[in-house]
């Protein structure tokens, strides 16, 4: 019989320890099942396909016997899930073995959660929670060195990002050895933007009237926002240990963007509460902490929760869904009503065109969102799979964004006449047109898509290749932007 | 003759008890030791056992160790807690109690049985 095997070579059976992979492979894709009860089906294999081997039988016979002996895996996977039913429940495990190391966006190896490695250093465990404390303390800590020696919450508030996102860096670099090149590339980045944020006269009060975050300033505002926006980029050149060409690496950065936002507002949501709560629990017993609550709790929880959400979305990434796709899949039909509705009353109004100045600011953040909607479910989606309803429902989306946004694009250009070229409106009108041309686009790529034409991979590209047009958007807008606009 | 599966059940959880009383052992030896005295009939899929095991470990009736086979593979050892041996003693009582009311409810009576397990035996 061996012989025959031999004789013809091209039907050699899998070895033992293939069949035993794949099967286990097979087993793992259940929830309820862990590595320690696959281990422990596979100890039983073995020695159930010995026992056959050793009574005459072929590997390969005596496995496809002792699999079907062990029963079926939904079976198996039921009785498994009605005896840890907390496993169907994804937990964070804070152990050593989840959010591993490899990659700044967190992806962690995948050790099993019961593996017996050599014991991690202290650092290195939990993720590398110790050093995203220390890093969050030091980011809290800078801010309020700022805030002392400058005593100007203006200055701070300007310099945010400068002061905070480094830290940031500096956790990416930890976790993702960067080449020196990128991190050097990335610390000019900062290094400019300080020096513009700094050293422009932006002059400290304007007949304007209108104040945000201490600046009177427009091209002040301006340059703050696109010092957050340009800053944060850069900083996830870091976290792609400086493969910042990589397609998969800026979808992960904007996959990690996504959950980092919805980590950030979940503990600052969480932190006003506690912080709300402190103080009224000691006003109770007549002593006031809001001053140092003000002073102190909130200015470095805010730039410690930095560091601790970028912790956060590394170290739950294999445990919990991502949160961004699915907030993605309930606002997208919302949105897309509330879009159509606006392009008939626009159509029956005909005033869009009567909107004050935010209307452009206002509508730069309607294609925003619809921008991140998009971008957010393209990233979890399976590229193979055909496009179905959703797909079509954003077409309709896209298609209802662009036409509202023309209609105002038309108005407010037809009109600047009147108004002049204003640093804000100059702002809102770039990112306006640099949004409209992505969504034009894009809706030219999803038709195809959902005509069957363009390939999934194509949509991933258009916007994954779009990210340095912000960056550079964003450069503009710290650098050019006041020089330019006479620093008003 | 196959058991069905209620009576398995119920017969599971003292039978996998009992055969850790004479001492630790693992899965597929549990399982080979059940089909040994059944003559094959109180049979499940293998793979049932080790949820059984499992809630059994975490009931605290049996404790588990990883140890390492003489062939150099891992296998997971159960033994009977102290624990475990209180719940095997209640559990014989009972099924001895059902047993009896059992010997003495079948048709033809307690009388016409035992001569037959007599001889059987001898």
């Given at each position: 019989?061996?012989e025959?095997?031999?004789?013809?070579?091209?039907t050699?059976?899998?070895?033992?320890?293939?069949?035993?992979?794949?099967?286990?492979?097979?087993?793992?894709?259940?929830?309820?099942?862990?590595?320690?009860?696959?281990?422990?089906?596979?100890?039983?294999?073995?020695?159930?396909?010995?026992?056959l081997?050793?009574?005459?039988?072929?590997?390969?016979?005596?496995?496809?016997?002792?699999?079907?002996?062990?029963?079926?895996?939904?079976?198996?996977?039921?009785?498994?899930?009605?005896?840890?039913?907390?496993?169907?429940?994804?937990?964070?495990?804070?152990?050593?073995?989840?959010?591993?190391f490899g990659?700044?966006?967190?992806?962690?190896?995948?050790?099993?959660?019961?593996?017996?490695?050599?014991?991690?250093?202290f650092?290195?465990?939990?993720?590398?929670?110790?050093?995203?404390?220390?890093?969050?303390?030091?980011?809290?800590?800078?801010?309020?060195?700022?805030?002392?020696?400058?005593?100007?919450?203006?200055?701070?508030?300007?310099?945010?990002?400068?002061?905070?996102?480094?830290?940031?860096?500096?956790?990416f670099?930890?976790?993702?050895?960067?080449?020196?090149?990128?991190?050097?590339?990335?610390?000019g980045?900062?290094?400019?933007?300080?020096?513009?944020?700094n050293?422009?006269?932006?002059?400290?009060s304007?007949?304007?009237?209108?104040?945000?975050?201490?600046?009177?300033?427009?091209?002040?505002?301006?340059?703050?926002?696109?010092?957050?926006?340009?800053?944060?980029?850069?900083?996830?050149?870091?976290?792609?240990?400086?493969?910042?060409?990589?397609?998969?690496?800026?979808m992960?950065?904007?996959?990690?963007?996504?959950?980092?936002?919805?980590?950030?507002?979940?503990?600052?949501?969480?932190?006003?509460?506690?912080?709300?709560?402190?103080?009224?629990?000691?006003?109770?017993?007549?002593?006031?902490?809001?001053?140092?609550?003000?002073?102190?709790?909130?200015?470095?929880?805010?730039?410690?929760?930095?560091?601790?959400?970028?912790?956060?979305?590394?170290?739950?990434?294999?445990?919990?869904?991502?949160?961004?796709?699915?907030?993605?899949?309930?606002?997208?039909?919302?949105?897309?009503?509330?879009?159509?509705?606006?392009?008939?009353?626009?159509?029956?109004?005909?005033?869009?065109?009567?909107?004050?100045?935010?209307?452009?600011?206002?509508?730069?953040?309607?294609?925003?969102?619809?921008?991140?909607?998009?971008?957010?479910?393209?990233?979890?989606?399976?590229?193979?799979?055909?496009?179905?309803?959703?797909?079509?429902?954003?077409?309709?989306?896209?298609?209802?964004?662009?036409?509202?946004?023309?209609?105002?694009?038309?108005?407010?250009?037809?009109?600047?006449?009147?108004?002049?070229?204003?640093?804000?409106?100059?702002?809102?009108?770039?990112?306006?047109?640099?949004?409209?041309?992505?969504?034009?686009?894009?809706?030219?790529?999803?038709?195809?898509?959902?005509?069957?034409?363009?390939?999934?991979?194509?949509?991933?590209?258009?916007?994954?290749?779009?990210?340095?047009?912000?960056?550079?958007?964003?450069?503009?807008?710290?650098?050019?932007?006041?020089?330019?606009?006479?620093?008003? | 003759?196959?058991?069905?599966?209620?009576?398995?059940?119920?017969?599971?959880?003292?039978?996998?008890?009992?055969?850790?009383?004479?001492?630790?052992?693992?899965?597929?030896?549990?399982?080979?030791?059940?089909?040994?005295?059944?003559?094959?009939?109180?049979?499940?899929?293998?793979?049932?056992?080790?949820?059984l095991?499992?809630?059994?470990?975490?009931?605290?009736?049996?404790?588990?160790?990883?140890?390492?086979?003489?062939g150099?593979?891992?296998?997971?050892?159960?033994?009977?807690?102290?624990?475990?041996?209180?719940?095997?003693?209640?559990?014989?009582?009972?099924?001895?109690?059902?047993?009896?009311?059992?010997?003495?409810?079948?048709?033809?009576?307690?009388?016409?049985?035992?001569?037959?397990?007599?001889?059987?035996?001898?």
């Amino acid at each position: 019989m061996t012989e025959q095997h031999r004789a013809t070579p091209p039907t050699t059976p899998p070895t033992l320890d293939a069949l035993v992979a794949s099967w286990r492979e097979w087993m793992l894709r259940r929830d309820a099942v862990r590595t320690a009860d696959v281990d422990e089906l596979e100890s039983h294999l073995r020695d159930r396909v010995e026992a056959l081997s050793a009574a005459g039988l072929d590997d390969d016979e005596a496995f496809l016997i002792a699999v079907k002996r062990l029963g079926s895996v939904d079976d198996l996977s039921r009785e498994y899930a009605a005896e840890h039913s907390g496993r169907l429940w994804k937990q964070l495990v804070l152990d050593d073995t989840v959010g591993g190391f490899g990659d700044g966006f967190g992806s962690g190896d995948e050790r099993a959660a019961d593996a017996s490695g050599p014991p991690l250093p202290f650092h290195r465990r939990a993720g590398g929670l110790a050093i995203a404390l220390l890093l969050a303390i030091g980011a809290g800590l800078a801010i309020k060195l700022v805030e002392l020696a400058t005593d100007n919450p203006t200055t701070v508030m300007r310099n945010a990002a400068v002061i905070v996102l480094p830290f940031l860096a500096i956790w990416f670099a930890w976790r993702r050895r960067a080449p020196w090149q990128a991190l050097a590339a990335v610390g000019g980045a900062f290094l400019v933007a300080g020096l513009a944020l700094n050293l422009f006269p932006f002059p400290g009060s304007t007949a304007s009237g209108y104040e945000v975050a201490g600046e009177t300033s427009a091209t002040a505002i301006i340059a703050l926002l696109g010092s957050y926006v340009g800053l944060w980029i850069a900083t996830g050149v870091v976290g792609a240990g400086g493969d910042w060409r990589s397609e998969t690496a800026r979808m992960d950065f904007i996959r990690f963007s996504g959950e980092w936002l919805v980590y950030y507002v979940l503990l600052a949501l969480v932190g006003v509460a506690l912080s709300g709560l402190t103080v009224g629990v000691f006003s109770s017993i007549q002593v006031d902490v809001s001053q140092f609550v003000g002073q102190w709790v909130l200015p470095l929880g805010a730039a410690g929760a930095v560091v601790i959400a970028a912790w956060l979305v590394g170290a739950k990434q294999r445990v919990i869904e991502n949160i961004a796709p699915v907030l993605t899949k309930v606002f997208t039909p919302l949105f897309t009503i509330m879009l159509v509705a606006l392009v008939v009353a626009a159509g029956m109004q005909w005033n869009l065109v009567d909107g004050g100045r935010e209307l452009l600011i206002a509508f730069d953040f309607v294609l925003l969102v619809v921008v991140a909607l998009l971008v957010y479910s393209i990233s979890a989606r399976d590229p193979l799979r055909p496009a179905g309803w959703f797909e079509r429902l954003q077409l309709v989306m896209l298609v209802a964004a662009l036409i509202v946004d023309v209609i105002v694009l038309v108005a407010m250009v037809a009109r600047t006449g009147e108004f002049g070229w204003s640093a804000n409106k100059t702002a809102s009108l770039g990112l306006n047109l640099i949004l409209l041309v992505n969504l034009a686009y894009a809706a030219w790529l999803q038709l195809g898509f959902v005509r069957g034409r363009v390939r999934f991979g194509q949509l991933e590209r258009w916007q994954t290749g779009y990210l340095p047009v912000y960056l550079a958007w964003a450069a503009i807008l710290v650098l050019a932007f006041p020089p330019v606009f006479d620093f008003q | 003759m196959r058991i069905g599966k209620d009576l398995v059940a119920a017969a599971a959880t003292p039978v996998v008890l009992g055969i850790l009383a004479d001492g630790e052992s693992y899965g597929y030896a549990i399982l080979q030791r059940i089909s040994e005295l059944s003559g094959g009939e109180l049979a499940w899929s293998d793979g049932m056992l080790y949820p059984l095991l499992h809630r059994l470990e975490r009931l605290g009736h049996v404790e588990s160790e990883w140890r390492q086979a003489p062939g150099g593979r891992p296998r997971k050892h159960y033994r009977l807690s102290r624990q475990g041996e209180g719940v095997l003693a209640d559990q014989r009582a009972q099924w001895n109690v059902v047993a009896s009311v059992l010997d003495q409810v079948w048709p033809g009576g307690p009388d016409d049985r035992r001569p037959r397990l007599a001889l059987g035996m001898g």
